[in-house]
T-cell receptor
Framework: DAGVIQSPRHEVTEMGQEVTLRCKPISGHDYLFWYRQTMMRGLELLIYFNNNVPIDDSGMPEDRFSAKMPNASFSTLKIQPSEPRDSAVYFC?????????????FGPGTRLTVL | RKEVEQDPGPFNVPEGATVAFNCTYSNSASQSFFWYRQDCRKEPKLLMSVYSSGNEDGRFTAQLNRASQYISLLIRDSKLSDSATYLCVVSSPGGSYIPTFGRGTSLIVHP
């Protein structure tokens, strides 16, 4: 089993540029999550999807962030325009749909640096 | 009060020591509890679920105290390879069982 796949693994960009992060969840998992992790704030949930539908995006910091899940095997997180304070590790995770058992499987993360 | 709180540490212990971490949670209706492990520059990975009666997996023991709203993780006979950050995770029905992560407790096991 390939696990959750994320790309790119590292991204260095300049302030103002658009950044697109990609995620392929584990096949058969109904839930997909996007997290951001920094030393200052820890692991923050940005948004999650259930069966490709966004359920809660209250963690998305501002309108510069958007996420889509066009099908069960692919999701993107876009930042436009990017700012230095967006520098962080972005994790995608997926979870099977068993009620009360939200064990999550994380991808390796994308380390984003905005200069 | 934060939903899930952990002592960030670091806990610095010698090989072979026994070390315990606690994690408190604020929602008394919480129903699912987990410990995840995160190595430096890696993703979090499930270490073990925490059951009401307590459970053990080799050198690791997890316990739940619903009355005081905390969970604990005990590591016996610490190994160098146990050095990592341990994340406490709680999920509640009010949040559609979506897990809430603590900030993590850092463990350093030295020779």
């Amino acid at each position: 089993d390939a696990g959750v796949i994320q790309s790119p693994r590292h991204e260095v960009t300049e302030m103002g540029q658009e950044v697109t992060l990609r995620c392929k969840p584990i096949s058969g998992h109904d839930y997909l999550f996007w997290y951001r992790q920094t030393m200052m704030r820890g692991l923050e949930l940005l948004i999650y999807f259930n069966n490709n539908v966004p359920i809660d995006d209250s963690g998305m910091p501002e309108d510069r962030f958007s996420a889509k899940m066009p099908n069960a095997s692919f999701s993107t997180l876009k930042i436009q325009p990017s700012e230095p304070r967006d520098s962080a590790v972005y994790f995608c995770a997926s979870s099977p749909g068993t009620s009360g058992s939200r064990v999550q499987f994380f991808g390796p993360g994308t380390r984003l640096t905005v200069l | 009060r934060k939903e899930v709180e952990q002592d960030p540490g670091p806990f610095n212990v010698p090989e072979g020591a026994t070390v315990a971490f606690n994690c408190t949670y604020s929602n008394s209706a919480s129903q699912s509890f987990f410990w995840y492990r995160q190595d430096c520059r890696k993703e979090p990975k499930l270490l073990m679920s925490v059951y009401s009666s307590g459970n053990e997996d080799g050198r690791f023991t997890a316990q739940l105290n619903r009355a005081s709203q905390y969970i604990s993780l005990l590591i016996r006979d610490s190994k160098l390879s146990d050095s990592a950050t341990y994340l406490c995770v709680v999920s509640s029905p009010g949040g559609s069982y979506i897990p809430t992560f603590g900030r993590g407790t850092s463990l350093i096991v030295h020779p």
